[in-house]
């Protein structure tokens, strides 16, 4: 294994199982990757290509398309009130929350049950 920065000549990254690598040569999958635009596509086709070259293990791949030229740094703060705001919408409140009456009703028949 190596670490590696990914930087601006890293374009993909090609996440597989055997079932790829036992039949797929590292330059035959970068190659093959790199025809698709979109990531989804690209990895079908390369386990369309593990299928089609006889591979008889499970088959699974992930392809990362790095968009390096796209990407633009944000603010510390800026992440902070992105996160918060959806933490919000995500996790109500607790005065937000309200119990039916019903579902007090089962609890309660739930616990006396466990009583006896």
């Given at each position: 294994?190596?670490?590696?920065?990914?930087?601006?000549?890293?374009?993909?990254?090609?996440?597989?199982?055997?079932?790829?690598?036992?039949?797929?040569?590292?330059?035959?999958?970068?190659?093959?990757?790199?025809?698709?635009?979109?990531?989804?596509?690209?990895?079908?086709?390369?386990?369309?290509?593990?299928?089609?070259?006889?591979?008889?293990?499970?088959?699974?791949?992930?392809?990362?398309?790095?968009?390096?030229?796209?990407?633009?740094?944000?603010?510390?703060?800026?992440?902070?009130?992105?996160?918060?705001?959806?933490?919000?919408?995500?996790?109500?409140?607790?005065?937000?929350?309200v119990v039916p009456d019903k579902a007090k009703a089962t609890s309660a028949s739930v616990k006396?049950?466990?009583?006896?």
């Amino acid at each position: 294994f190596q670490d590696l920065d990914v930087d601006e000549q890293i374009e993909l990254l090609i996440l597989a199982s055997d079932g790829l690598w036992d039949v797929v040569p590292n330059d035959d999958a970068v190659a093959l990757a790199c025809t698709e635009e979109e990531p989804e596509a690209a990895a079908r086709k390369l386990t369309e290509a593990a299928f089609s070259r006889g591979s008889v293990d499970n088959i699974t791949c992930i392809v990362v398309r790095f968009h390096h030229d796209k990407v633009e740094p944000i603010s510390r703060d800026k992440v902070d009130a992105i996160i918060s705001d959806k933490v919000d919408v995500i996790v109500p409140k607790k005065a937000d929350i309200v119990v039916p009456d019903k579902a007090k009703a089962t609890s309660a028949s739930v616990k006396e049950e466990e009583s006896t």
